[in-house]
């Protein structure tokens, strides 16, 4: 099975600018959840997106959008970035539509807004 | 609401010893699963171990173990035989079923090092 993956590794912003971070699935995988982790806290839902539809939500504002392609990668677009969008974001991928109860992790992107 | 909550912000144990992370959660949905997650310094979340709510034995995995108390809502992570190759952080995390896969909600975290 190929793992998930994202991209870039790492990214420097300026604020007010705009940001894509890129995943792709685990094989078999038709979900895929992004989650932000400030530093020295947890992992925080941001969305997640089924069949390519947005399915779930956290406490994150519009700016924070994202998409799901028809071979169930992922991109998430955060625009008119502000300091504390510093964070690494991390990728989930899983197999719903039954209770499946793991999600695989991507290595994350770690994106500093200057 | 869901909510986890891990008390210890970092622990220390010697090579080749146990030791217990600790993890309390609160939820009113009577099905739910709780997971544990290893961080290591690059950034990736690395599953561990899971718990279901209505198993009706402890999970284990190799050298993991889950500490299922239902009634005090804990699930403390044990990690036997400690290697210098399980620093990291430790997270434990929940989702609630009772309308499909709901996201998972982490604690804090714990940071363990392991002492040669």
């Known amino acids: 099975e190929t793992g998930v993956t994202q991209s870039p590794t790492h990214l420097i912003k300026t604020r007010g600018q705009q940001v894509t971070l890129r995943c792709s699935s685990q094989?078999?995988?038709?979900?895929v959840s992004w989650y932000q982790q400030a530093l020295g806290q947890g992992p925080q839902f941001i969305f997640q997106?089924?069949?390519?539809?947005?399915?779930g939500r956290g406490n994150f504002p519009p700016r924070f959008s994202g998409l799901q392609f028809p071979n169930y990668s992922s991109e998430l677009n955060v625009n008119a970035l502000e300091l504390d969008d510093s964070a690494l974001y991390l990728c989930?991928?899983?197999?719903?539509?039954?209770?499946?109860?793991?999600?695989?992790f991507g290595p994350g992107t770690r994106l500093t807004v200057t | 609401a869901q909510k986890i909550t891990q008390t210890q912000p970092g622990m220390f144990v010697q090579e080749k010893e146990a030791v217990t992370l600790d993890c309390t959660y609160d939820?009113?949905?009577?099905?739910?699963?709780l997971f544990w997650y290893k961080q290591p310094s690059s950034g990736e979340m690395i599953f561990l171990i899971y718990?279901?709510?209505?198993?009706?034995q402890n999970a284990t995995e190799g050298r993991y173990s889950l500490n299922f108390q239902k009634a005090r809502k804990s699930a403390n992570l044990v990690i036997s035989a400690s290697q210098l190759g399980d620093s990291a952080m430790y997270f434990c995390?929940?989702?609630?079923?009772?309308?499909?896969?709901?996201?998972?909600?982490f604690g804090k975290g714990t940071r363990l090092s392991v002492i040669a």
């Open positions: 989930a991928s899983s197999r719903e539509g039954l209770l499946s109860y793991e999600q695989y």
């Open positions: 094989s078999g995988h038709n979900t």
């Open positions: 997106y089924y069949r390519e539809e947005e399915n």
């Open positions: 939820t009113s949905d009577p099905s739910y699963g």
């Open positions: 718990q279901g709510s209505y198993d009706q």
């Open positions: 995390a929940m989702r609630e079923y009772h309308s499909g896969n709901t996201p998972l909600v």
